[in-house]
């Protein structure tokens, strides 16, 4: 899912070998109708304790059944403890997550649910805040409206699909009526949302967040290239970006005092597990945060979608899932 040029909320990077094992086993009590293909699953925990709090726009790992570990976005209000709402598109083409859910998640199947992380959350600085979404992209943004109401924030949201029956998601956030903006393709002979002219019908400090298909956010980038970056945020569902290194290098485990050599291609975190070195990691494809990881020396060859440039230049951490190193030596902390 993830990624921004944006000020990011991320959970604090690791700095140890050992995995995160932070799951609450939650059962499906209600999956509803939420569009074509696509379903909101309400997950409440068998504990009968409170779900873990959580910012407007965070995600969950579900730990399935079958191995697979996915992330999804949280579309209930943060104000309700008690359960999560999860908006899901069967995507045939994906990687086998959504495809699951949809065809062996029942009520009643219970799913460890790591803890939320926020990659993509409202910024809560008074500051108005202009939500667009591209199809299920609008999940995030179920939350964040439902937060922004709640403490009085100007706030509006786009939505673009291309099938009215599409719209059907928008269900927890109807009643906001004028607040909420759709266009539906194939009632405008096609044509895709005018992204140019939202943008320039907001101020300069108003903040824009975007999520949906790689080619929307593309359109958005380049719409707001000239804005001050801390006000964009967009939010990805892959990314395209290879992994791995073309040439090898060494990573030094500062901590475990261990050397660790990467060949070309490899991954750091393939090759700390070939080792037998665990650490917490989840999408591997650099959109989640879970592996983010403080760099002591070296400098990094960032492939991931959620570190800003600015915090890339920084080189104070590093996707270790998918990110390389720019130097002979990088050293880690863990």
Known sequence: MFSESMELRRPTPQSAGAPNCDRLDMRVTAILYAGPDTNLYELRPISEDLVPAF??????????????IRQYSIASDPEDRSRYFLGIKRDASGRGGSRFVHESIRAGTVVPTG???????????????????????????????????RINLNWKLYVAVRRRAELSILSPVRSQGERIVTHVDEEHDGRPIDLAAIVRSVGPDTHLYCCGPSPMLEVFEQETASRESKYNHIERFTNDAPAGAASGYTVQLARSNLS??????????????????????????GVCGSCETRIVAGRPDHHDVILTDDEKASNKTMMICCSGSLDEVLVLDL
């Open 55 to 68: 910012k407007a726009g965070a995600h969950v790992d579900l730990y399935l059944p079958n191995g697979l």
């Open 115 to 149: 803890s939320p992380r926020s990659t993509f959350s409202l910024i809560e600085d008074g500051k108005p805040a202009v939500f667009i979404a591209g199809g299920i992209g609008v999940t995030p943004f179920l939350s964040m409206a439902q937060r922004a109401t």
């Open 260 to 285: 660790v050599r990467i060949e070309p291609g490899q991954t750091i975190i393939e090759a700390l597990r070939n080792k037998g070195i665990l650490v917490t990691t989840s999408c591997e494809q």
